[in-house]
């Protein structure tokens, strides 16, 4: 894995002492080495799909046609930052998307025609090659939590979007330690959860509940493991560490909570969100 992701930093050095006529070419190696195997393996685990086309749109959208109007904005979150960059890389590298009119579209008319290479570099590359770096830190998940990674609908709250992201991220990593803390963390998304529809909780998480199941037995076996799962995290060390709370060692176990409580964090927010719609 080592020796793909240096490859990606030679392209960027290359890339930074190309002409703008050699940036396709470059980007295509960049492509090249991220669908080579195990690198693609990976990223395929963790990537979530994006619509660069309706990016793209947008920005052209917001520049009203004016030459660098538009400003560029990667997700906050690192996988879909490196999917969105990735995604623009194989743009132009197969010239579906001319280079010259994404430079133009962000930065106008400053500069020369090289300039713009060394700008894209920076702000396009760069942080691509850095982030896949820190991707490559991740451990593969089962393929059912990874599609859920994925499909995770925003809760509408910030500070809960975050703190399951924060617990996402702390679970893939290879570290024991690093992935209690994303339990600790996904438990701490579940208590801000109950408050999604308001500040007393037994009365928000019944109606998230009502919102995920309309058939009374499927409702009854949400509000058992809702009840459940509280109890777990009152029992046992998560967020809690008073004295008589039971200790949670093995590794397996941290992936048994974490799944669990999980799927029902998604099953909550996905049905919310289409019940928004």
């Known amino acids: 894995m080592q020796n793909y992701l240096q490859e990606l930093s030679d392209c960027l050095e290359d890339l930074i002492a190309s002409g703008y006529e050699s940036v396709p070419s470059v980007l295509a190696r960049v492509v090249e080495i991220a669908d080579r195997p195990p690198l693609q393996i990976l990223l395929q685990s963790h990537l979530p799909d994006v619509d660069l ?6 920005a052209r959208v917001e520049s009203k046609g004016m030459a ?6 990667w997700p906050t979150d690192r996988v879909a930052r490196v999917a969105l960059q990735l995604a623009v890389c194989r743009l132009i590298a197969a010239h579906e998307l001319d280079f010259l009119d994404f430079t133009y579209l962000f930065i106008g008319f400053q500069g020369n025609f090289d300039d713009r290479v060394r700008w894209f570099a920076g702000v ?4 691509l090659v850095r982030d896949v770096s820190r991707v490559a830190e991740l451990r593969v998940t089962p393929p059912i939590v990874e599609n859920l990674f994925k ?3 925003s809760s509408g709250d910030a500070q809960l979007d975050q703190l ?3 617990s996402r991220d702390k679970f893939q990593d290879r ?6 803390v994303g339990l600790d963390k ?4 579940w208590e801000r959860l109950k408050t999604l529809e308001g500040e007393r909780k037994k009365t928000s998480i019944s109606r998230l509940l009502d919102s995920a199941a309309s058939a009374p037995e499927f409702r009854a076996l949400l ?6 799962l509280t109890r777990i995290g009152n029992t046992f060390q998560i967020r809690h560490w008073e004295l008589g709370t039971v200790p949670v060692s093995e590794v397996q176990q941290v992936d048994y909570l974490f799944h669990r409580l999980f799927a029902l964090v998604w099953l909550i927010l996905s049905t919310r969100a289409a019940n928004k719609d």
Do not use: M, T
């Not at 660098?68 to 904005?73: D, Q, S, V």
């Open 151 to 153: 499909h995770l609908s």
């Open 175 to 180: 570290n024991p330690q690093e992935r209690k």
């Open 68 to 73: 660098g109007r538009a400003r560029l904005e």
């Open 53 to 58: 086309k309706e990016w793209w749109e947008r």
């Open 186 to 189: 996904l438990w701490d998304s």
């Open 164 to 166: 399951i992201l924060e």
């Open 223 to 228: 509000a058992r493991e809702a009840e459940e």
């Open 124 to 127: 396009v590359v760069k942080p």
